[in-house]
Every structure is written in C-alpha cells, then in structure tokens.
C-alpha cells in the first residue's frame, strides 16, 4: 500500500470543500479569539470580577480558561465557587460554557490545520504515529484527558488532526468535565479552602503550564540550531 493511502486513512476528507469564503472563516477566526481575550483581559483586569461570587462569572471563566492552551486554571475557580454553592449547581454552570469554548477550540484549531503553511507538519512520521495512535481509542482517549490532570489542550489539535467528529468529540468532553467539575466543587464545598490557598494554587498552575511551554520552545529551538548552521 502507498504511502498516499496510507495517508488518506490516517486523514480522512483532509480537504473537504469550504462552505464559506475565506475572508469569512477569517472574520470568524479573529471574532472569536478577541471574543476570549476580551473576557481573559475583563477578568485579570477586575479585581471586583475576581472576588465575585456571581455564577456568570464562573460560566463567562470557562472560556479564557478552557481556550485553546489555556492561559488561565480552571480548577481554582471551581473550587472557589463551590465553597458558596452546591457542587450540582457549579458543574452546571460551567459544563455549557466549556462545551460552547470546546465548539471554538475545533473551529479553530480547523482553521489553523487548514492552513497551507500545516501541510508539511501533517506529513511528518511523529504526527501519523500520533493520530494512528489516537485513533485506536479516540473516545477513551479524550474522556480519561478530560477527566484527570492530565494536560488536555494537545488534544484539541489531534482531534482535528483526526478528522474527529465534533458530535463525538463534545459528547467526550461533557462525559469526562461534567464529573470532573463536581468533584471539584464538592472539594471545595467540603474543606472550604481559603482564599489565599486558591490564589497560591492559581499562581502555581500557571508557573507550571508556562515552564512547560517553555521548555518545548528550547526542544525546538535546539533542534532547529543545527539545520541552521
């Protein structure tokens, strides 16, 4: 079998016909990510907003926090929220505004695969080994990600990647953050974690995400060194 075939089965419909012009994906593109960073840059710059016990700012959070790398935790908030209600009635705010930023992060990340500029990238061996990898058990595979610590954003470009549903894919992510949310809540409802705990932890999530991406830009950079000499 060729290496075309082969290719076809690991990216079914690679390039399926556009609805919609360019110029309106782009629009679209850029509508959403200002969308989030106008609510990321509402929320750090407020210091009313982050003292609020208001669930629209638990449910309008989910979007900076959930978006593509997420530039901010998600779980201290939860936490924070469910010192002051239910577990059932946090989760429930915030399953649908993740669901909704989730929707974003597939059209996006769509947009961005869809670039000519990713048609090397997609041909790389790593990458096919990747997707050949995910697609055994994509389903499994998104719900044990969604559910436990383990850093979800590279998966919201494998499933494009893939070729996932989104159908799928949505369904996946509110079976694994629904119960994950409660659990959150009920641990804060719970121990009632002070404020400057939540803030230590908020502060830490971040350091960690950061050194992570970090350290991948060195990874590149060193390897790029020797290609460029």
Same mark, same amino acid.
């Given at each position: 079998?060729?290496?075309?075939?082969?290719?076809?089965?690991?990216?079914?419909?690679?390039?399926?016909?556009?609805?919609?012009?360019?110029?309106?994906?782009?629009?679209?593109?850029?509508?959403?990510?200002?969308?989030?960073?106008?609510?990321?840059?509402?929320?750090?710059?407020?210091?009313?907003?982050?003292?609020?016990?208001?669930?629209?700012?638990?449910?309008?959070?989910?979007?900076?926090?959930?978006?593509?790398?997420?530039?901010?935790?998600?779980?201290?908030?939860?936490?924070?929220?469910?010192?002051?209600?239910?577990? +059932?009635? #946090? /989760? $429930?705010? !915030? =399953?649908?505004?993740?669901?909704?930023?989730?929707? &974003?992060?597939?059209?996006?990340? %769509?947009?961005?695969?869809?670039?000519?500029?990713?048609?090397?990238?997609?041909?790389?061996?790593?990458?096919?080994?990747?997707?050949?990898?995910?697609?055994?058990?994509?389903?499994?595979?998104?719900?044990?990600?969604?559910?436990?610590?383990?850093?979800?954003?590279?998966?919201?470009?494998?499933?494009?990647?893939?070729?996932?549903?989104?159908?799928?894919?949505?369904?996946?992510?509110?079976?694994?953050?629904?119960?994950?949310?409660?659990?959150?809540?009920?641990?804060?409802?719970?121990?009632?974690?002070?404020?400057?705990?939540?803030?230590? +932890?908020? #502060? /830490? $999530?971040? !350091? =960690?995400?950061?050194?992570?991406?970090?350290?991948? &830009?060195?990874?590149?950079?060193? %390897?790029?060194?020797?290609?460029?000499?």
């Amino acid at each position: 079998m060729g290496p075309s075939s082969n290719e076809n089965s690991i990216f079914p419909d690679s390039k399926p016909e556009s609805k919609y012009p360019p110029w309106i994906k782009t629009f679209l593109f850029a509508l959403q990510i200002s969308f989030v960073l106008a609510l990321l840059i509402v929320w750090i710059t407020s210091n009313s907003l982050q003292e609020s016990k208001s669930l629209w700012v638990l449910f309008f959070y989910s979007f900076p926090s959930e978006f593509l790398i997420a530039t901010v935790p998600h779980e201290p908030v939860l936490l924070y929220f469910g010192k002051f209600y239910q577990p +059932l009635t #946090v /989760a $429930l705010v !915030a =399953i649908p505004s993740t669901l909704l930023t989730e929707i &974003l992060n597939y059209s996006t990340f %769509k947009f961005i695969t869809d670039l000519r500029i990713f048609t090397k990238l997609k041909e790389k061996k790593a990458i096919h080994k990747t997707v050949q990898f995910f697609n055994k058990a994509p389903f499994g595979t998104l719900w044990v990600a969604g559910i436990t610590p383990i850093p979800f954003y590279p998966l919201r470009f494998l499933v494009v990647l893939a070729r996932y549903p989104i159908h799928k894919y949505i369904l996946a992510v509110f079976l694994s953050r629904f119960p994950r949310f409660i659990i959150l809540a009920y641990v804060g409802y719970k121990i009632q974690i002070p404020d400057y705990l939540l803030i230590a +932890l908020f #502060v /830490a $999530l971040i !350091a =960690i995400a950061n050194i992570s991406i970090l350290r991948s &830009l060195r990874t590149q950079k060193r %390897k790029g060194k020797p290609d460029a000499a």
